[in-house]
Nanobody, 123 residues
Framework: QVQLVESGGGLVQSGGSLRLSCAAS????????IGWFRQAPGKGREGVSC????????YYGDSVKGRFTISRDNSKNTVYLQMHSLTPEDTAVYYC????????????????WGQGTQVTVSS
């Protein structure tokens, strides 16, 4: 069982930056890739980024490449998503998820999810 708690969402102006955090707890955390998804109103859940369990590999959705950076601090059981050059199109609820490689490799959604944090980018 894995528990995930997101924080760091909020309102930011277009062109601004924001950093999200995902605090993970539970068993066998070192076995899981952890990452971020987002869902905008009326749209499906989109894979944003994922970092492997050993921190050696990262994956990004095409819409965020070059603007977002994922990182992981295993000593704190926390995964971060640094977001730069935000646009209104980035407005969504951002969810942390464990076992995210299933999506980036085969488009299967992960099993473990956090409750989400709202990110709103104003124009």
């Amino acid at each position: 069982q894995v528990q995930l708690v997101e924080s760091g969402g909020g309102l930011v102006q277009s062109g601004g930056s924001l950093r999200l955090s995902c605090a993970a707890s539970g068993r066998f955390l070192d076995d899981y890739a952890i990452g971020w998804f987002r869902q905008a109103p009326g749209k499906g859940r989109e894979g944003v980024s994922c970092v492997s369990s050993n921190n050696n590999n990262t994956y990004y959705g095409d819409s965020v490449k070059g603007r977002f950076t994922i990182s992981r601090d295993n000593s704190k059981n926390t995964v971060y998503l640094q977001m730069h050059s935000l646009t209104p199109e980035d407005t969504a609820v951002y969810y942390c998820a464990a076992d995210c490689l299933t999506y980036f490799s085969a488009h299967y959604y992960p099993y473990y999810w956090g409750q989400g944090t709202q990110v709103t980018v104003s124009s």
